[in-house]
């Protein structure tokens, strides 16, 4: 584990309470503790042996494990982050895993609205199924949520666009894009969600 977690190493804390997440550079790591600056708005969302998630990129993939707040320096904004080495694991070997999501939303056009349906989804994007064409130099505003009713919200870029015919012969659109203006609360939000579901597949 010491050899993953490197002094200005990016990392990505979730806490508890979600709004409280944010990204930083590893400043030292220790055996299985590591620190890292945060900002004094958000400092109020820890407090000592509370539980957060952490998600770092690593040579062999991207690395998530539970820890706890070990300690809290509230004048120079650091928390000290401790965790087992039993309770991390990479979980994937290319930057963003892709998750069977099903949800509908609305997709908006300057003059016109497309409802739509999401086939899977992961930090860097979605695919989603149309009934109507749409344009692949365009950006759309989209918004969606996960599990909660948080709403996510930022610009969805067509990439590529595949017709595929339905049950009753009717033309579909399969439209694979990317997230742009994505806040990296959202990002995160969705990384977890992403890893949350792979484990659930992955002991099922």
Known sequence: MKKMLKKNQKICIVSEDIKGSFS??????E???FEV???SDDINYYKKGSD???FTVVDEGMLYFKAKVDTIKNKENILTISFDK???ELLQRREYTRIDFEKEFTLKDTDSEYVCKTIDISAGGMKILLDKKISVANDYPIQFSLESNIPIECFFKPIRIDEM????KVVKY???GKFVALKNIDKIAIVQFCFKKQMENKNK
Do not use: Q, R
């Open 24 to 29: 930083s550079k590893i400043l030292k790591t």
């Open 174 to 176: 399969v439209v694979s």
């Open 37 to 39: 600056a945060i900002n």
């Open 165 to 168: 015919l339905s049950k009753n």
């Open 86 to 88: 039993k309770d991390y």
């Open 52 to 54: 957060i998630e952490a």
């Open 31 to 33: 055996k299985n503790l």
